[in-house]
């Protein structure tokens, strides 16, 4: 019998041991599938990212394809109606997929100018050639003998115009390329490499802006005249070109005039001359002008790029026209210029209205506070989602133990349930002869034995587990103080990298700062240098200019005298 029951306790103990195997295991085995749905999720959720990503790309470059134009050259008209809405074009093209043999035409008023248009010619593949109203506009077209040529893609007859829209073709073929790598990337660095696609289109979109105004004020600047006297007659502002130019998407016969004071030579003015294209040569204010210049002999030959007729003065403008912007080597650059540009546009304007250099100052501070702010939302939106994530595998740990420890407690329940029911059973008396009594006595004697030891495995079975349940607590507070710790090491990393951003960005402003120092200070000194020039060209001019003079005086006056004698003989 005692054998017996050592066998039974010893194989409690072992089916114990395997339940518990068992149960960890399988608690083991839910938390390996959660975090594998969590990384399937994930994955998922970036998928999904990258297709909306794209899908939004796909849609813009759409709508921009579907809004591409060619721009004609400017116009003159006072009547918009007697212009014709749609114009035949030379050659059909393909457009959003179908075939165009008309465009259509918008004209826009030129900014400045006064019954001055500038048409912008879209492919009209949808237009119904059988409409009366188009048959209209086209025969409006015919009778001025109008008809246009689009652009199309080297080799098709698909339209497309390279010279006003290839940079935002370019980015939308960048967007896509920057979804299709955020689709493999963690989701901060994917956000950070579409920031800075986005940042660097700006920046590009800023500098062609800055390159254009410069191209668009370019001039040249001719010889120091006399100002004229009270009450003598103006200088012209406009005067005939020797040869024609290219400028601006047009041709100019002539050139405007502005006069500034000099500098250096008192009573005299510097004229800068600009080719005008979009000027009308036949208005009776410009052919008033134009002749007052041919009247005073005035006629001026604007500089060109070697082997065309295209305005170019690189005594003027230094070649920024031609500069390369390389995106690796000269972004920084380009930045400054545009930051530079923009504070001096907003110095401007504060000055236009009466602001101080404190306004200046503070509107700088908002600028810089702003990005300072959207770099802290970008590190806190990563911050707050690795807390969740570790919130969420704290709360799984904590439901895997909780499911451990019912376990534990129905197990004991059950044991103190079958040692009860073999106390019950030793308990309940029998009757038995005087004959039996002591083989009676012995069976209840083993089976008081049995529940001995059936209850001493029972207890050895609740101290076990509660061994493993205060073992698995401590763990479990050790892993979530790890964790709160390691969160606060991350917010610490986090507002060091802030801090080390908002220092980098005013390191940043303090350099551009300089920057435009430097070149204000060499402008400045590229100016007075070519202001002493032509001082000096001015003065050999009148040096020479004074012996001609004097030397046409004494021929004259050797003549005079030679030809005395002869006429008193």
């Known amino acids: 019998g005692t054998d017996a029951a ?30 594998q749905e969590d990384a399937a999720a994930a994955r998922m959720q970036a998928v999904a990212r990258g297709r909306r990503a794209r899908s939004a790309v796909a849609k813009l470059r759409e709508a921009r394809i579907a809004d591409m134009h060619t721009v ?9 109606s007697a212009l014709p809405k749609y114009i035949p074009l030379a050659e059909p093209v393909t457009h959003l997929g179908r075939e165009a043999a008309i465009a259509s035409v918008v004209y826009v008023p030129v900014e400045g100018e006064v019954d001055v248009v500038m048409p912008e010619f879209r492919p009209a593949p949808d237009a119904d050639l059988a409409d009366p109203a188009v048959k209209a506009e086209l025969d409006k077209a015919a009778a001025l003998m109008l008809k246009v040529e689009l652009p199309t893609k080297e080799g098709s007859n698909e339209y497309f115009d390279d010279g006003r829209f290839d940079d935002e073709y370019e980015d939308s073929e960048e967007d896509g390329a920057a979804a299709e790598l955020a689709d493999g990337m963690d989701e901060d660095d994917a956000a950070k490499l579409l920031q800075a696609v986005a940042r660097g289109r700006r920046d590009r979109a800023r500098a062609a802006e800055l390159r254009r105004a410069l191209a668009a004020d370019m001039c040249t600047v001719g010889d120091p005249v006399e100002a004229p006297a009270a009450g003598e007659p103006a200088l012209p502002r406009y005067i005939p070109l020797v040869a024609p130019v290219t400028h601006d998407g047009g041709r100019a016969i002539i050139a405007s005039v502005t006069y500034h004071p000099s500098d250096d030579e008192p009573g005299m003015i510097v004229p800068e001359f600009r080719p005008v294209p979009h000027v009308d040569p036949d208005d009776a204010d410009v052919v008033a002008e134009v002749s007052k210049a041919r009247g005073m002999g005035w006629v001026v030959e604007l500089p060109t790029r070697e082997g065309t007729d295209e305005y170019f003065d690189d005594g003027d403008w230094d070649g920024e026209e031609e500069e390369e912007w390389d995106e690796d080597t000269a972004a920084s650059y380009i930045q400054a210029v545009i930051r530079g540009k923009k504070a001096r546009r907003e110095v401007e304007a504060l000055k236009a209205a009466g ?12 600028a810089a506070d702003a990005a300072d702010e959207a770099a802290a939302a970008t590190l806190l939106q990563a911050a707050h989602r690795g807390a969740a994530a570790r919130r969420r595998v704290s709360v799984m740990q904590q439901e895997a133990a909780a499911a451990t420890r019912l376990q534990a407690a129905e197990r004991g329940r059950a044991t103190r349930k079958r040692v009860f029911g073999l106390k019950s059973v030793s308990a309940a008396p029998a009757p038995v002869d005087a004959a039996d009594e002591p083989a009676t006595a012995g069976a209840d004697d083993t089976a008081a034995d049995e529940a001995a030891q059936a209850a001493a495995a029972a207890r050895m079975q609740a101290v076990a587990r509660g061994k493993r349940d205060r073992a698995r607590v401590a763990a479990l507070k050790q892993e979530r103080d ?13 507002a060091a990298r802030m801090q080390a951003v908002a220092r980098g960005k005013r390191d940043r402003a303090r350099v551009a700062a300089l920057k435009q120092e430097r070149e204000a200070e060499e402008a400045a000194d590229a100016a007075a240098q070519a202001a002493a020039a032509a001082r000096m060209q001015a003065v050999a ?22 030809e005395a004698p002869a006429e008193a003989a």
């Open 6 to 35: 050592a066998e039974a306790a010893a194989a409690a103990k072992v089916q114990a041991v395997a339940r518990g195997r068992n149960d960890r295991a399988r608690v083991a085995a839910l938390k390996q599938q959660k975090q």
């Open 355 to 366: 602001g101080s250099g404190a306004a200046i100052a503070a509107a700088e501070a908002a």
């Open 482 to 494: 790890a964790e709160a710790a390691a969160e606060a090491t991350a917010q610490a990393e986090a």
């Open 72 to 80: 004609g050259d400017a116009m003159q008209c006072s009547d918009l």
């Open 541 to 562: 001019r009148g040096k020479r200019d004074r012996a001609r003079v004097a030397a046409l005086k004494q021929e004259r006056a050797a003549d005079v005298a030679s």
